[in-house]
């Protein structure tokens, strides 16, 4: 299992910017597929995107796509979410994810590991 901490959330005004860090630790980060969700008030958690382990292929939520970037350091085991652009309806707690391998299930019923979440919110 690996163990993953957020850090970097915070308030900030519509069409500002963001960058959300994930630190994996416990098991070969690189081996992981790794990626973010995030779930707002009354809503359920949903997928934002997510990356391979050599960083070569990522894909993102149609909701993100061109705001928001994946990126990560496996010398660092450490794992970003640049968010540009933000806009009020990006205002959430955003989970960073890890498993073995990217499956449908990223879209419904992750089974892989999670972190405690960081809040985000984008003030109109």
């Known amino acids: 299992q690996v163990q993953l901490v957020e850090s970097g959330g915070g308030l900030v005004q519509a069409g500002g910017s963001l960058r959300l860090s994930c630190v994996a630790s416990?098991?070969?980060?690189?081996?992981?597929?790794m990626g973010w969700f995030r779930q707002a008030p009354t809503k359920e958690r949903e997928f934002v995107g997510a990356?391979?382990?050599?960083?070569?292929?990522?894909r993102y939520a149609d909701s993100v796509k061109g705001r928001f970037t994946i990126s990560r350091d496996n010398a660092k085991n450490t794992m970003y979410l640049q968010m540009n652009s933000l806009e009020p309806e990006d205002t959430a707690v955003y989970y960073c994810?890890?498993?073995?391998?990217?499956?449908?299930?990223?879209?419904?019923?992750?089974?892989?590991?999670w972190g405690q979440g960081t809040q985000v919110i984008v003030s109109s």
């Open positions: 994810a890890a498993d073995s391998k990217f499956d449908d299930s990223w879209y419904s019923h992750f089974r892989g590991s």
């Open positions: 416990g098991r070969t980060f690189s081996g992981y597929v």
């Open positions: 990356t391979s382990w050599t960083g070569s292929s990522t």
